[in-house]
């Protein structure tokens, strides 16, 4: 189970921080973790990928020196520190898991993805 939190309200330039806390004896192996975001009317895209080892990050051209992803492994939580919002970041916000070894690379495509969380709403208003 992946429950995301940490969504809301906020005025272009502002900040947010989310987090996705993963729980339940599915994730008792190496994982990968995704952001994923889904605005009305738009397809899901990719946000940020981190690997298991935090070793390998990687995120999408809209979000890069804006967004960090990180995650610690004792927590079984992953993060999505937003700064410099703007309001095309206004979505629903989707963390998502990946079976995965130790040291490989995240993916980057939604479909690759096994397990994902219900969802949190960060709006952005200018």
């Known amino acids: 189970q992946l429950v995301e939190s940490g969504g809301g309200l906020v005025q272009a330039g502002g900040s947010l921080r989310l987090s996705c806390a993963a729980s339940g004896h599915t994730f008792t192996f190496y994982y990968a973790m995704g952001w994923f975001r889904q605005a009305p009317g738009r397809e899901r895209e990719f946000v940020a990928a981190?690997?298991?080892?935090?070793?390998?990050?990687h995120y999408a051209d809209s979000v890069k020196g804006r967004f960090t992803i990180s995650r610690d492994n004792a927590k079984n939580t992953v993060y999505l520190q937003m700064n410099s919002l703007k309001p095309e970041d206004t979505a629903a916000y989707y963390c998502?898991?990946?079976?995965?070894?130790?040291?490989?690379?995240?993916?980057?495509?939604?479909?690759?993805?096994?397990?994902w969380g219900q969802g949190t709403q960060v709006t952005v208003s200018s």
């Open positions: 981190i690997n298991w080892s935090s070793d390998n990050i």
């Open positions: 998502a898991a990946a079976r995965s070894g130790y040291g490989t690379p995240p993916p980057l495509y939604d479909d690759e993805y096994h397990y």
